[in-house]
């Protein structure tokens, strides 16, 4: 990374005349030992000064700095102490530059001394400053300058005056010395850290660094799980809970609730230091210390509002707990508002007013999730008539039984049609671009509108066209699988279909079998399941009346089973397996994902494996295409980000997180919903099969003889 550092002449000028000269002329080698094989100290100017400059223009920097010379150069360095200097603009100064300087103070970090061998950064900015993306920037920048390309080379270490000293020093800029932050190159950018997150960080760290069971938090100024769960084990503490953990769980809101004291009226000051804590990890401003303030009241009660909850004291253990964890209660950018009132009312009807036990606040940003999902599953469950004891966001027995019965009634009672409604918004839109609409969920009319978003979605997910609130199209609505029973024309398996099984797949009004196109494991390994094609089957699927659909699975249950090479060596063995067994041009192979993936797993290797499948059917000439078995979300992203032609949904995972939340993928072949015993020593998975989506293979090429 190349650096602009401006010369000592561009501050010189500001210097006394008589000594402009020395000023401005190249920095003279120190007598004192020199090799910054260290690293970098970080300083700063200096407490607070309302006489001091706010370094509006660049003229005030250069000032600055000439009054920094101006100090230094009748002590022991005889000139300028700082190496280089920077400044909020962005701009980096020569001071003594590569030579030595005298700034880091005496002694030494690990026999390394603090001046021979550390560059001296200042950073021109006071205490009650802070540092803006210009300065961290250009700071990153020099570091690597420093590492990288200087004539004498630093090493990696970037610390703060203070670092063994006695010294406030560099202020604001503590955060940022250390390495692994934004400005150490060898780490990624990650912009201006929260300084009142960081003083939470370090505080609690200082606080509960002996109580039995507490895990440090990272000192970043970032708000993360380790931060929020560091306050819960403080929290834990001071309601004597011990040995503390990284958890709230049933233990800690019983001891909130029955503490029975919203922070207002809290008079241990911990504790309120702690909610002030989370407020600001939460990205709400609060006080900064243990004083419970008119702005931390004012945050608190915003928070109540924002996640649907009146505020008192029924609401706070789960607002506590909310608060100590990294769920969002304030609309996110892409966020829908429809989205956001269905979270609160599950909020204040199903977690406060009921106090359904095994529910949690429902994040409140307006995004469809798991947590979403679920909760709005357990609100059904209610709803039906399952006792508070008894929900658990299972689609059980049940959960299906009260659906059939109380579920399907019509007209639906108020709360379980809003529900109903709900579940249709959170489905929205489905192709060809239906989307519902929010003034539906508010009104018991069976709108126009309503009924033609349910026919669209019926008729999407192949279910029966009714426009109405049945069974089938509530499954269909809560969970990935939907009905598990509805009947289905495909099923996929690791059994060989010979003829007889062939013709018991179509007495069963199976139409189209998925097979898979090889095995990995040699016969003698233990876990070898005798899956792959055998000679002569696919001929024996389609004289049965069926139609076959390949499949390519080497493990793939794990995320090291994903790369580019791999996904290009098994994509180049899928199409010689595919000519082998005949299977013509245009055929549909679809590599499975069968964990559940995910975002971070999709981006990092699930992507990449698909690009590497992609330009191995490419170098043999595109003869076949490839398709993607998944979860809705796995398939989704695949499909529209590496171009799969076809999707296989395993919804029968229902479970999944890239099943909860996420629509249909709009591509979807064949839906995943059951797993189950076909024949004695026989089991298949019962897929529903796309009307107008792939074929299948129906017909094969003449096999060449080696």
Same mark, same amino acid.
């Given at each position: ?10 501050? !010189? ?6 000594? /402009? ?26 407490? !607070? ?13 250069? /000032? ?49 001394? #603090? ?6 950064? !200042? ?78 960080? #370090? ?69 309120? /230091? ?66 956001? /009132? ?74 379980? #049609? ?197 330009? !191995? ?90």
């Amino acid at each position: 990374m190349t650096v602009t550092i401006r010369p000592r002449s561009t501050w !010189a000028a500001y210097v006394p005349r008589h000594r /402009r000269g020395h000023a401005a002329a190249p920095p003279r080698p120190s007598l004192n030992a020199w090799d910054p094989v260290g690293g970098v100290f970080l300083h700063h100017r200096g407490p !607070a000064d309302a006489a001091a400059t706010n370094y509006s223009s660049e003229t005030d920097c250069l /000032r600055d700095i000439a009054a920094i010379y101006a100090e230094d150069v009748t002590g022991p360095c005889g000139d300028i102490s700082f190496n280089f200097l920077v400044c909020r603009h962005g701009l980096v100064y020569q001071g003594r530059g590569y030579e030595r300087g005298e700034a880091n103070g005496d002694g030494a970090i690990d026999t390394i001394d #603090r001046n021979g061998g550390f560059y001296a950064i !200042a950073a021109l900015m006071r205490a009650n400053h802070t540092a803006g993306e210009l300065m961290l920037r250009s700071l990153r920048d020099l570091v690597q300058h420093l590492r990288d390309e200087a004539p004498r080379r630093t090493g990696t270490r970037i610390l703060p005056h203070s670092f063994g000293a006695t010294t406030d020093c560099p202020g604001n800029l503590l955060v940022y010395a250390q390495p692994g932050s934004t400005i150490d190159p060898a780490a990624a950018w990650s912009g201006t850290a929260d300084l009142n997150v960081f003083a939470a960080q #370090r505080w609690v760290n200082a606080t509960y660094a002996s109580a039995p069971g507490y895990l440090r938090c990272l000192e970043d100024g970032r708000t993360g799980w380790q931060t929020v769960l560091s306050l819960t084990q403080g929290l834990q503490f001071e309601l004597g809970i011990t040995p503390t953990v990284q958890n709230f769980g049933p233990g800690t809101f019983t001891a909130v609730k029955n503490r029975n004291t919203l922070p207002a009226a809290e008079l241990n000051p911990n504790l309120v /230091r702690i909610v002030n804590a989370g407020l600001w990890c939460k990205g709400y401003p609060a006080g900064t210390d243990n004083v419970w303030t008119a702005e931390s009241q004012s945050s608190l009660e915003r928070l109540f509002r924002d996640a649907g909850v009146d505020y008192g004291n029924p609401g706070w253990p789960h607002i506590c707990k909310g608060l100590l964890r990294m769920d969002q209660f304030r609309l996110v950018p892409g966020g829908d508002l429809t989205v956001q /009132r269905v979270q609160q009312r599950l909020n204040n009807r199903y977690v406060v007013s009921l106090g359904i036990p095994a529910m949690t606040l429902v994040p409140c940003d307006g995004r469809t999730s798991r947590d979403l999902q679920n909760g709005l599953l357990m609100a059904v469950q209610y709803e039906v008539g399952i006792p508070l004891a008894s929900i658990n966001g299972y689609f059980g027995t049940g959960t299906q039984a009260g659906l059939k019965a109380k579920g399907s009634v019509v007209p639906l009672p108020a709360d379980l #049609r809003y529900l109903f409604r709900a579940a249709c918004y959170l489905n929205s839109p489905v192709p060809p671009d239906v989307s519902y609409l929010g003034a539906d969920l508010d009104t018991d009319q069976q709108t126009d509108t309503h009924l033609a978003w349910l026919r669209a979605f019926q008729q999407f997910t192949q279910i029966p066209v009714t426009a109405t609130n049945d069974f089938t199209t509530w499954a269909e609505l809560l969970v990935s699988s939907g009905d598990p029973a509805r009947p289905a024309t495909a099923s996929d398996g690791i059994t060989e279909i010979t003829a007889a099984r062939g013709q018991a797949l179509f007495a069963a009004g199976y139409r189209l079998v998925g097979r898979y196109l090889d095995e990995h494991l040699p016969p003698t390994d233990p876990y070898y399941l005798g899956k792959a094609l055998k000679p002569g089957e696919p001929q024996a699927i389609l004289d049965a009346g069926l139609r076959l659909f390949p499949i390519f699975q080497y493990n793939g249950t794990v995320l090291a089973n994903f790369t580019y090479d791999k996904g290009y060596d098994q994509g180049t063995i899928a199409h010689a397996k595919s000519v082998e067994h005949g299977l013509p041009a245009g055929t549909c192979i679809y590599f499975a994902v069968d964990y559940d993936a995910l975002d971070a797993d999709v981006d990092s290797s699930i992507k990449p494996y698909f690009e590497g499948v992609k330009a !191995a059917l490419a170098a043999a000439g595109n003869r076949y295409t490839f398709g993607v078995y998944g979860s809705r979300n796995v398939c989704t992203r695949v499909s529209r980000e590496v171009g799969a032609t076809w999707s296989m949904v395993a919804a029968m995972s229902w479970g999944y997180s890239g099943n909860l939340g996420v629509r249909m993928p709009e591509n979807w072949s064949l839906n995943q919903i059951r797993e189950y015993a076909f024949q004695t020593g026989w089991s298949l998975d019962h897929d529903v099969w796309r009307d107008g989506s792939d074929p299948g293979v129906s017909t094969l090429d003449p096999i060449q003889e080696a």
